[in-house]
C-alpha cells in the first residue's frame, strides 16, 4: 500500500546529524501512512546516516552517486520521481518537529488538493543553544528570525511537482549557493495553484555556524526566477522530463550576460556558468 506522505531531504555530504530524519520519521500518521527520502547527492553517505535510516521502519536512502559540482536539483528531482505519497514534503534537513507534524500538513491538504504550503522555520538563538538537541527546548527557546524562508519546508501534491516538471536542473542553478527553493515557489505560484502559510504546523531549527546569516539568493539564479515571475512560465529549463526542455531565451541570455559583467567587475576572478562562457 503506496503512503499517504513521502518527505524528501537531500544531501550533499555535508550533514553531520540526522536528527532530521527521526524525527519526521516517528509521526503518529498510521503504519505505513508516510515514508521519509533521504537523497545524497554523491555516493558517499555517512555510515552514521545508514545505520539512523536503517533503525527507522519509514526511513531510506538513496544515493545518486554522482560526482562533479554539487547541484540539489538533482536531488530534489530524484527524490520526488522515487517518492510513493500523494503528498511530496520537502523540508530542511536539520530540523526539528512535533509528531503531529505530517498528520497536521496531511489534514491541511486534503481540504484543498490545489494547495501549496510553506512552513515557518523557527531558529534556536546562538546564546541559548545547546549541544544536545531536544524538542521541549527548541519549543522553548526557538524565534521566527526569517519569515520568508522558502526552502524551510515546502509541501504539495506530488502531481504539481511533475506538473512544472520539478526543481530547475540547468547549470546556472548548481551549487549549494542555489535559489531553486524561490524559483520552485513562483512556478508552482503560476501554475495557479493556491500558496499557504499556515500558523502551525512549525519547524525548529537547532543553531549551527551560519543560522542567523541570511545572504540574498544567487543573483543570477534569481534574475531566471524575475524572468518566470514576469512571463508567468512554470516549466524550467531543464527538468524531471527532458522532453519538455527548453534553452533560455535569447533576451534572458543577454540579461544574464550584463549581470555577469557587473559582477565580474566586483569579483574578477570570478568563473562565469557555462551557460555564459
Known sequence: MAPLVSVVMI??????????????????????????????????????LHRVAGGLSAGRVVELGRTGVYHSSHCFNAGIAAAGGELVVIPDGDVVVEPDFLARLWDLHRADERLVTYCYRYNEPADRRRPDISLDHLREVCVLT????????LAVRRRWLLEVNGY???PLFATGDHGNDYDMY???KNLGLSVCWPRRPVLYHPW???????GSTHKLQARCTEYRARTLAHL????????????????????????????AAVAPD??????LR
Open 168 to 170: 530547475e536542473l540547468h
Open 236 to 263: 524550467p529549463f531543464n527538468g524531471i522530463d527532458p522532453s519538455l526542455d527548453t534553452p533560455v531565451p535569447e533576451g534572458l541570455t543577454e540579461e544574464l550576460r550584463t549581470l555577469e559583467a557587473e559582477l
Open 11 to 48: 544531501d550533499g555530504s555535508f550533514r553531520r546529524r540526522f536528527h532530521a530524519l527521526e524525527s519526521l520519521a516517528r509521526q503518529v500518521l498510521p503504519a505505513g501512512g508516510h515514508e521519509v527520502i533521504w537523497v545524497e547527492h554523491f555516493d558517499r553517505a555517512s555510515p552514521e
Open 208 to 214: 549551527h555556524p551560519g543560522t542567523l546569516n541570511f
Open 146 to 153: 526569517h519569515p520568508f524562508n522558502w526552502g524551510g519546508c
Open 270 to 275: 570570478r568563473e562565469a556558468p557555462p551557460v
Open 186 to 188: 513562483v512556478r508552482l
